[in-house]
């Protein structure tokens, strides 16, 4: 029987000697791992009459090609897929944490600086600090004595610098302190807030803050010049993905003398309202009633003092962001005119041990308001890694609680409480 032959046959001419060995194929891989990269072609030299041996099946099973996936590729493509394997048999959803308004800020200084365009957050910070340079160059002239600059940084994000001026020539102690605060709002604080500010989430368990402001106080050595206290400040809050939430700004300036100089208070409170109503007219006499009413010691049924302005949750309700920093800057910016005339005329002016009681009983009262009705206070004290040297700075060195005392009639002292007790207009 004659054998099978195919019905196609290659060509005599056409077969391949039995000593060439197939050039293995260039694959993509190879050109990444290098692999026959510049290798000159290979003939497989053979005994003459043998045919190359077969592949083994299992030899690249053994021993697999290199991927063409690079290993830090494959470190990120694994949990990917493990997270959405998971999110698929769960109906979870994949959150991917949005970055923090503090390392957006500090990417935005970094990168681009700050300017007109920046988010408010950075100019108002912006603004205190340079104007904290400011006041503490002025009044570092009318002391004659340095004051002592401390920088510190808080964990949670954010910082600031406190100067401190204790034991001066003019100031018993004074205190000008900028602080730049990040942190996240506890629910309970939140529900607080929502009074004044119904764009808040009432429905999450906390939301990030911003909180900048600028704050000073200054205790005189003598009793005939007054103490003085400023606050202007910003507050932000964000939601889950790093936007603003609500925004409000608060702030003011108040005048506490021990001996009463009507042409003093005139002149404090002429100042501010030029600047007030440079913005609004109904401005000066709206915040110098709420001054009156918020700081007042309830339990003496007197005023701290003769009162300035006070204001606080301007936002949108009221005017436009940048309407309400114009007025916040302008109110800072009046301080320096409006106490620098009055603390140059009185630093000099002779007084008795007597004034010097009268003025330690006037700081108790001082000392009674902050730590008993101050907000700010309060809301200092109870942030987590607050600082709390920064936040009792405002108190006097030296204060004086002497039980049952009463002023003489017809004396200095009695017509200051008959004042504190029925606030006047003064301008």
């Keep these: 029987m004659r054998p099978f032959r195919s019905s196609f046959r290659i060509s005599r001419a056409l077969e391949l000697p039995h000593n060439y060995a197939p050039q293995r194929t260039l694959r993509p891989y190879h050109i990444r791992n290098r692999q026959f990269h510049c290798t000159p072609r290979r003939r497989l030299d053979l005994p003459s009459g043998k045919k190359p041996e077969k592949p083994d099946p299992l030899e690249e099973w053994r021993n697999p090609p290199p991927s063409k996936w690079p290993n830090r590729i494959r470190l990120l493509f694994v949990p990917f897929i493990a997270a959405l394997i998971y999110s698929m048999w769960t109906d979870d959803t994949i959150k991917t944490e949005a970055p923090s308004i503090a390392e957006k800020d500090a990417l935005l200084k970094r990168e681009n600086g700050v300017s007109e365009q920046s988010p408010m957050r950075l100019r108002m910070e912006q603004f205190i600090k340079q104007h904290q340079k400011e006041i503490v160059a002025e009044l570092e002239k009318v002391d004659g004595t340095k004051f002592k600059i401390d920088t510190w940084q808080r964990p949670e994000g954010g910082g600031g610098i406190t100067c401190i001026l204790q034991d ?30 119904k764009a808040l989430d009432p429905n999450v368990d906390s939301l990030e803050f911003f909180a900048a402001g600028l704050s000073m106080v200054l205790h005189p050595h003598n009793p005939n010049a007054p103490t003085v206290h400023l606050n202007y400040r910003y507050f932000e809050t964000a939601d889950e993905t790093g936007n603003t939430n609500a925004w409000w700004y608060g702030g003011g300036c108040d005048l506490t003398p021990s001996y009463l100089y009507d042409e003093d208070a005139i002149h404090f409170h002429g100042a501010i309202k030029q600047a007030c109503d440079k913005h609004d007219k109904a401005y000066y006499p709206r915040f110098k009633k709420w001054c009156d009413e918020y700081f007042s010691n309830k339990h003496r049924g007197e005023t ?71 907000r700010g206070t309060a809301f200092g004290l109870n942030t987590p890694g607050a600082r709390v040297e920064s936040i009792l700075m405002s108190l006097p060195l030296t204060a004086r609680w002497q039980y049952m005392h009463e002023p003489a009639k017809g004396s200095r002292e009695e017509r200051l409480l008959e004042v504190l007790k029925k606030p006047k207009e003064w301008v």
């Excluded at 001066?168 to 629910?187: A, D, H, I, M, W």
């Excluded at 302005?309 to 800072?332: A, G, M, P, R, W």
Aim: proline share 4%; net charge neutral; charged share 30%.
């Design 168 to 197: 001066g020539n003019v100031f018993e102690k004074g205190g000008v302190n900028t602080s730049v605060v990040y942190g996240r709002l506890p629910k309970a604080a939140i529900q607080k807030m929502r009074v004044n500010h």
């Design 304 to 374: 701290r003092g003769v009162g300035g302005i006070f204001f606080d949750d301007l936002d949108e309700t009221e005017k436009d962001q940048e309407q309400l920093f114009s007025f916040v800057q302008d109110c800072l910016s009046a301080f320096l005119p409006s106490y620098l005339p009055i603390i140059n005329r009185r630093k000099d002016m002779p007084y008795t041990d007597e004034m010097k009681q009268w003025q330690q009983i006037r700081r108790g009262r001082y000392v009674e308001f902050n730590l008993v009705h101050d």
